[in-house]
T-cell receptor, first 111, second 117 residues
Framework: SQKIEQNSEALNIQEGKTATLTCNYT??????LQWYRQDPGRGPVFLLL?????KEKRKERLKVTFDTTLKQSLFHITASQPADSATYLC??????????FGGGTRLMVKP | DTAVSQTPKYLVTQMGNDKSIKCEQN?????MYWYKQDSKKFLKIMFS???????INETVPNRFSPKSPDKAHLNLHINSLELGDSAVYFC????????????????FGNGTRLTVT
């Protein structure tokens, strides 16, 4: 069966460090992978999209990698700040253009 | 300006009742969606409409009926509510259905928390 797995345990890091979140998938052949941020009581907000032929994408302090061999995407936030604390969701777009979400990982950045 | 707005934000009702959630987007997008987020935070697609036409209808009980009077609106009507319907329901929109690009991510509303007692 198809699965998108993100670490359900919260990730706690110190301000200024780099946060790395993982998204693993099985039985998908995604054309794209997206990352969203969700704050409590709010809807997800789009952050970055990476295509299957791209290894890495950057936006300001954010970096996403996509390894189709490992079936994994890593989401990095460098120089993390308390304001980065949120739940981060990965989502896969498959050939049928269906966007399916992982369960998200909660990031807590402590000052 | 709120891009995707849905009302109400909170909805508490009893089993067996019928309720509606409204959604409007002012982004000029062609495609709108309803997602359900359960207590474990998994977001699952329920419906997708493109230019008022139903495109995706996942395995959702037929008690759930979406209605799209125009491409800026996608309302969700739920009949005979059950305890298991309690969740947060998100409306979303995107520029197009066919092909997600950097310019066509999903834009979500802030959700409607439905509690069925």
């Amino acid at each position: 069966s198809q699965k998108i797995e993100q670490n359900s345990e919260a990730l706690n890091i110190q301000e200024g460090k780099t946060a790395t979140l993982t998204c693993n998938y099985t039985n998908y052949s995604p054309a794209y992978l997206q990352w969203y941020r969700q704050d409590p009581g709010r809807g997800p907000v789009f952050l970055l999209l990476i295509r299957e032929n791209e290894k890495e994408k950057r936006k300001e302090r954010l970096k996403v990698t996509f390894d189709t061999t490992l079936k994994q995407s890593l989401f990095h936030i460098t120089a993390s700040q308390p304001a980065d604390s949120a739940t981060y969701l990965c989502a896969l777009v498959n050939a049928g253009n269906m966007l399916t979400f992982g369960g998200g990982t909660r990031l807590m950045v402590k000052p | 300006d709120t891009a995707v707005s849905q009302t109400p934000k909170y909805l508490v009702t009893q089993m067996g009742n019928d309720k509606s959630i409204k959604c409007e987007q002012n982004l000029g997008h062609d495609t709108m969606y309803w997602y359900k987020q359960d207590s474990k935070k998994f977001l699952k697609i329920m419906f997708s409409y493109n230019n008022k036409e139903l495109i995706i209808n996942e395995t959702v009980p037929n008690r759930f009926s979406p209605k799209s009077p125009d491409k800026a609106h996608l309302n969700l009507h739920i009949n005979s509510l059950e305890l298991g319907d309690s969740a947060v329901y998100f409306c979303a929109s995107s520029q197009s259905l066919q092909g997600f690009t950097d310019n066509s991510p999903l834009h979500f509303g802030n959700g409607t928390r439905l509690t069925v007692t």
